[in-house]
């Protein structure tokens, strides 16, 4: 009997062909939506393998239903949507997409951050509603990137690729890590405390995994230790960020402003107290979302895949 693949998005069909030439596979192809949870589970009960998405909780209760699975590869190089400890404990090997991501994500990040101190959203609200009345010395003045101290929380591969772009920039670059970041000899960035990293830093950018040991690192008394002209940008996870204390930060000049590309709870609706704030820069989460990337990571996942189902070690496992 063929072995069967769970894909829990649309993916083109080159993508899909390779996994249909030699598995039955089940797509989850409804426009946008995510696979509703029951549905999910059902599929996975005689699945050998899955392609997910970080909007699939791959928790317990799918370990213990799918008894075929052999391999989850996850479209994202993070993978708080996966219960490691399941995984290990049901003999499921996991994959990830490090890498092939990571410029275009650490291109997000600089775009968030240049948005940001250039009041880019703000300038073009403003324009597009009328309310343009002319040039003036000071009007829409924002900040410098150039020569300022950059802080960056997860010194890994995106943040590495985004320091190597603030030497165009002249800036001092400085990191919190748990430990000396192999990047960062070459790009002459220092190690510091989270504190001297917050108290330092002109603009501040968070590009950790979420782990327990970083959830809600940034909150009040974070914010609290920032200098009020700093600016904060997230591309890591939203749960990294307390977002009550960011928004009390940013309405009370704790902080200039914050760049967001990640949510606490995702997709966040028109509704949410973010929304129409005129120092904060929101984007719906694109950190990894250009056409050649995104072709990248699903080839990685399929050949992740591929390679678990034919006896071999993925080519990006999760340690
Ligand atoms: P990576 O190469 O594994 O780097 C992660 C870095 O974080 C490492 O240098 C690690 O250093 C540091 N770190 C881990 N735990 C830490 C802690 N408790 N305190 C301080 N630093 C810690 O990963 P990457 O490829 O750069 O990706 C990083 C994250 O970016 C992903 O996990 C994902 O959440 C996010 N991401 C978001 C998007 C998006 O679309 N917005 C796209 C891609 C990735 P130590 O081990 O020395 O602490």
Redesign the pocket.
């Known amino acids: 009997m063929a072995k069967k693949v769970v894909v829990t998005r649309q993916i083109k069909d080159e993508h899909l062909n390779q996994l249909k030439e030699k598995y039955e596979v089940f797509m989850w192809d409804s426009a946008g939506d995510p696979m509703p949870k029951k549905r999910f589970l059902e599929e996975m009960e005689d699945a050998d393998a899955a392609l997910t998405m970080l909007s699939e909780k791959v928790d317990a209760e799918v370990f213990e239903a799918a008894k075929e699975l052999k391999v989850v590869s996850n479209l994202?190089?993070?993978f708080d949507n996966i219960d490691l400890e399941a995984a290990e404990k049901n003999d499921v090997i996991i994959a990830n997409t490090?890498d092939v991501?990571?410029e275009t994500?650490a291109e997000l990040a600089f775009t968030l951050m240049l948005t940001s101190a250039r009041r880019i959203i703000e300038a073009n609200r403003e324009l597009e509603s009328g309310d343009w009345t002319g040039w003036s010395p000071y009007h829409m003045a924002g900040t410098d990137v150039y020569g300022k101290t950059v802080g960056i929380?997860?010194?890994?591969?995106?943040?590495a690729a985004f320091a190597r772009r603030l030497k165009g920039f002249d800036c001092r670059v400085i990191y919190?890590?748990?430990?000396e970041?192999k990047y960062a000899a070459d790009l002459d960035a220092k190690l510091v405390s989270f504190d001297e990293l917050l108290e330092q830093s002109d603009f501040v950018l968070c590009?950790?995994?979420?782990?327990e040991?970083?959830k809600y690192k940034f909150d009040q008394e974070a914010f609290g230790k920032m200098q009020d002209h700093a600016h904060f940008i997230n591309?890591?996870?939203g749960a990294h960020v307390v977002e009550t204390d960011l928004k009390k930060a940013v309405e009370t000049g704790d902080i200039a402003a914050a760049a967001l590309?990640?949510y606490d709870g995702e997709p966040i609706s028109k509704d949410h107290p973010f929304i129409g704030m005129d120092n904060m820069t929101l984007l719906p989460?694109?950190?990894?979302a250009s056409v050649a990337t995104r072709d990248d990571m699903v080839q990685l996942c399929v050949d992740n895949i591929t390679h678990v189902l034919e006896g071999k070690a993925p080519l990006t496992q999760v340690k």
Do not use: K, Q, Y
């Open positions: 994202a190089v993070g490090p991501l990571t994500t929380f997860g010194m890994g591969a995106i943040g919190h890590n748990r430990s970041s590009a950790a995994p979420l782990t040991e970083t591309i890591g996870r590309d990640v989460h694109i950190g990894s």
